[in-house]
C-alpha cells in the first residue's frame, strides 16, 4: 500500500495511485476488520459465443469481462474503425454479416483505471457472392492475342472455379483465371463461371468473347446454279468471313463494278454482253482478300443467221458452188439446209456443197440455225447461169457435123479429081444404081443446057456442083458458108473480093428390092457459086 496520501477532515487524499495498486482502509485499533479493497481493472478477456465457425446470418455476441472494484464500464472497438462500437460488456451480431469480420477489442474502466483487452478475431463464413467474369485485355479482341478471363467472388472460405463456354464445361479448379496464349477465331462464344464452397455456389452472368480478324479467302457463287439463260434474273453472292463484317468490291474481267456493303450483285435480267469472269474483295480495318473468279456463261437462242455463197460472183453451170451459214449462239448453233417446196432437209452443218452446179439447182434455200435455247433461219436466192444454152448447142452440134461432112466431101472430089475426066464427069445416064453413090456434074446438067468442057484454066477458076451420097437419116438441110479457095493464078486482094457460098441438102435416096436389110441412103449436095 502506497503511504503517499494526506488526511484532511477523516478525508485522505492519494497522491499517487498505481492501477496495480489494490486499496483498503480500516479504523485505527480495528484493523482486522478493512474495507472492502478497491483497485482498477485487471485485464479484460473477450469471449463470442459461438465457439464454431461463425457462419453469414448467424446470431453472435462478443463479451467482455474484467475483474474491478468498483465494477469496470465497458466499451467495444473495431480496429481502424474510430467511433467505438457499443458500451456494454455484450456486443451482439444478431444476424452477422461478412463486412462484421474483423478484429475487436474492449476496454474496461471504474475510474481507478483503465485495462485493453486483446484483439480477438470475427472470421464470418459465407457462401460465394455473385461472380463475374472480366477480361484483360478490355480492347478489341484481335485474333492471335493473348486473352485472360478472370472469375472474381466473394467467398469465404475461396471458392473454387468452373469455366464455361456456351454452357459447355471448359475447366475445374482452385483457379479464377482462363488463359488464352494466342485466342483463335473458334474461341469466340459466351463465356461464364461458378464459384462455389462448403456454404454454397454461385453462377456468374455470361460475357461474350469477339474474336475479330480479317476477311477469310472469299468465294463467288451464283444462283441459279444451272444454265444462265438470256433475260433470266441472276445472283452473285461474296461470301467472306471477317469479323467485323467485311466491305466488298465487285470486279468484272477485272474492272471494278460496285463497292459497299452488300456482297451481292443482281442481274434483273441478264443480257449476252453480261458474260464474263466475276471476282470479288473482301475487306476490313485487319486485312483483305481477293476472291478466284467465277466464269458468267451467257447462253442465248441463235441471232439471225448470214449467209454467204463462194464463189460470190456469178453462178455457172457445172461450177462448184458452196453456201455457208453463220449464226452466234450459245450453246453453238447447228444448221440444216432446205430448199423451199420440199419437205426433206438437203445436208447439215455448217457449209452446203454443190459440186457440179446445174439450172435445175436454182431456186430459194434456206438455213435453220438452232440450238437448245432456239432457233432462226434465213433465206438465199441461188441462180445458175447455163454456160451455153440449149439452142446454142444444137446449132453447134449440127455445124460440126456439116463441117464433118463437107470435109468428106471435099476428101472424096480430091481424090475422084486424080482419076481420069470420064471417070469424074459420067453422064449421068451411066451411072450405076448404088447405095453408096459419089457424082460430079457441070451447071449444065442442072439447068438443062450443054456447054463444051471447059479449058483446063477454066477448070481451075470454078467448081460448079458436086453431089454425094450417104447412108443417113437426117433429112432437114443444113446450110453452110465457106470460102472459096479461088484460082491458084488469081492474087491475095482476088480473094478478099470472092465470097463463095456452099448448101448442103440431105433428101433419103430411094430404096430398092434388093435395099429392104439396109439403111436409108441420103444424097448430100454440095454448090458452090462464084459471085
Not at 115 to 127: L, Q, T
Not at 165 to 176: E, F, I, P, R, S
Request: aromatic share 10%.
Amino acid at each position: 500500500m502506497d503511504t503517499n496520501f494526506h488526511q484532511k477532515n477523516n478525508i485522505y487524499s492519494l497522491n499517487t495511485f498505481d492501477t496495480a495498486d489494490r486499496l483498503y482502509c480500516a479504523v485505527k485499533g480495528y484493523e482486522t476488520f478493512p474495507s472492502p479493497t478497491v483497485y482498477a481493472p485487471k485485464l479484460p478477456s473477450v469471449s463470442v459465443s459461438a465457439s464454431a465457425e461463425i457462419v453469414e446470418g448467424s446470431s453472435v455476441t462478443l463479451t467482455c469481462s474484467s475483474d474491478a472494484n468498483p465494477a469496470a464500464s465497458y466499451t467495444w472497438y473495431k480496429e481502424d474503425v474510430i467511433n467505438p462500437l457499443s458500451y456494454q460488456n455484450q456486443h451482439v451480431f444478431s444476424s452477422i454479416l461478412p463486412s462484421d469480420s474483423g478484429k475487436y477489442y474492449c476496454t474496461a474502466d471504474n475510474g481507478l483505471g483503465q485495462k485493453k483487452s486483446e484483439s480477438r478475431n470475427i472470421d464470418v463464413k459465407y457462401a460465394p457472392k455473385l461472380p463475374s467474369v472480366s477480361v484483360s485485355p478490355s480492347a478489341e479482341i484481335v485474333e492471335g492475342s493473348s486473352v485472360t478471363l478472370t472469375c472474381s467472388s466473394d467467398a469465404n472460405p475461396a471458392a473454387s472455379y468452373t469455366w464455361y463456354k456456351d454452357n459447355k464445361v471448359l475447366a475445374t479448379g482452385q483457379k479464377n483465371v482462363y488463359h488464352f496464349i494466342s485466342i483463335k477465331l473458334e474461341n469466340s462464344g459466351n463465356y461464364s463461371c461458378k464459384s462455389e464452397n462448403q456454404y454454397g455456389q454461385k453462377n456468374s452472368t455470361s460475357l461474350s468473347i469477339d474474336v475479330q480478324y480479317p476477311p477469310r479467302l472469299p468465294s463467288v457463287s451464283v444462283s441459279p446454279s444451272a444454265e444462265i439463260v438470256e433475260g433470266s434474273s441472276v445472283t452473285l453472292t461474296c461470301s467472306s468471313d471477317a469479323n467485323p463484317a467485311a466491305s466488298y468490291t465487285w470486279y468484272k474481267d477485272n474492272k471494278v463494278l460496285a463497292t459497299g456493303q452488300k456482297n451481292v450483285y443482281h442481274f434483273i435480267s441478264i443480257k449476252l454482253e453480261n458474260s464474263g469472269n466475276y471476282s470479288c474483295k473482301s475487306e476490313n480495318q485487319y486485312g483483305q482478300k481477293n476472291s478466284t473468279s467465277l466464269s458468267i456463261d451467257v447462253q442465248y437462242a441463235p441471232k439471225l443467221p448470214s449467209v454467204s455463197v463462194s464463189p460470190s460472183a456469178e453462178i455457172v453451170e457445172g461450177s462448184s458452188v458452196t453456201l455457208t451459214c453463220s449464226s452466234d449462239a450459245n450453246p453453238a448453233a447447228k444448221y440444216t439446209w432446205y430448199k423451199e417446196d420440199e419437205n426433206s432437209p438437203k445436208t447439215s452443218g455448217h457449209n452446203f456443197t454443190i459440186s457440179n452446179i446445174r439450172p435445175e439447182h436454182s431456186g430459194s434455200y434456206y438455213c435453220v440455225a438452232h440450238n437448245s435455247r432456239g432457233r432462226h433461219n434465213v433465206t438465199l436466192q441461188l441462180t445458175v447461169r447455163e454456160d451455153f444454152p440449149q439452142a446454142a448447142k444444137l446449132a453447134v452440134t449440127g455445124i460440126t457435123l456439116v463441117v464433118f461432112l463437107v470435109i468428106i466431101c471435099l476428101l472424096v472430089f480430091f481424090l475422084l479429081a486424080k482419076k481420069k475426066p470420064s471417070a469424074l464427069f459420067p453422064a449421068p445416064g451411066n451411072r450405076r444404081d448404088n447405095n453408096n453413090k459419089v457424082s460430079c456434074t457441070s451447071p449444065s446438067q442442072h439447068t438443062g443446057k450443054t456447054e463444051s468442057p471447059p479449058s483446063h484454066s477454066e477448070e481451075d477458076e470454078e467448081l460448079n456442083y458436086a453431089s454425094v451420097r450417104f447412108s443417113t437419116n437426117q433429112t432437114d438441110p443444113i446450110y453452110y458458108n465457106i470460102r472459096s479457095a479461088g484460082s491458084r493464078r488469081q492474087k491475095v486482094k482476088e480473094e478478099d473480093e470472092h465470097v463463095e457460098y456452099a448448101a448442103v441438102n440431105f433428101s433419103p435416096a430411094p430404096r430398092t428390092v434388093h435395099q429392104d436389110s439396109e439403111e436409108d441412103l441420103s444424097e448430100l449436095y454440095s454448090t458452090v457459086k462464084k459471085i
